[in-house]
């Protein structure tokens, strides 16, 4: 018989609370927008919360033409702009994912993974908490930068992005 173990989760004691660094950010942003790498810096160790939600799968159909047997399927979710670009769903805490759907399952990543995968679904960018109370977009170059694992410096008034190292 083959043995498969399922990994834990990263966040074991993780209560679903936004990250004081990251919800301090977020505040700090929505009273000025000009504070946007403040975010960017805050989302390189913070953890979000991916929402996957059932998506209906197969349905047979008896002779009577009434559904017999029905499966589903979890799926991440991709929000499609008015311009036709996809965006990759994540929320900084259960709160701001409850507010969208209170049905959609949290999955605790921490942003690399949620950047990366943005990316490998297609998506063009991140859109943090979409039904606030701080939505945030994060996109372009922004994007591939967390989703590669790199960090946000500040060296007196410049800002850039900076390869992480162990």
């Known amino acids: 018989m083959n043995e498969r173990l399922l990994q834990g989760s990263e966040y074991p004691d993780d209560t679903g609370e936004a990250s004081p ?8 942003f929505a009273a000025d927008e000009t504070r946007y790498a403040d975010v960017l810096a805050a ?4 953890r979000l919360l ?22 589903s399927d979890m799926a991440t979710v991709l929000l499609r702009g008015v311009d036709g670009r996809a965006a990759l769903l994540a929320f900084s805490s259960a709160e ?12 605790p990543v921490p942003t690399r993974t949620a950047a990366l995968s943005a990316l490998q679904e297609g998506a063009e960018a991140l859109l943090i908490d979409v039904s606030g109370p701080v939505p945030v ?5 922004d994007l591939s930068a967390l989703a590669a694992g790199w960090r946000l410096a500040k060296v007196g008034e410049r800002v850039g992005w900076v390869a992480a190292t162990d």
């Open 96 to 107: 701001t994912l409850s507010a969208w759907n209170p049905d959609g399952r949290p999955v």
């Open 50 to 71: 991916v929402p996957v939600v059932a998506v209906l799968g197969e349905v047979e159909t008896g002779p009577d033409g009434l559904a017999r047997d029905k499966s």
């Open 21 to 28: 660094l990251l919800a301090t950010a977020l505040a700090g």
């Open 43 to 46: 989302l390189g160790a913070a």
């Open 137 to 141: 977009a994060v996109e372009g170059e």
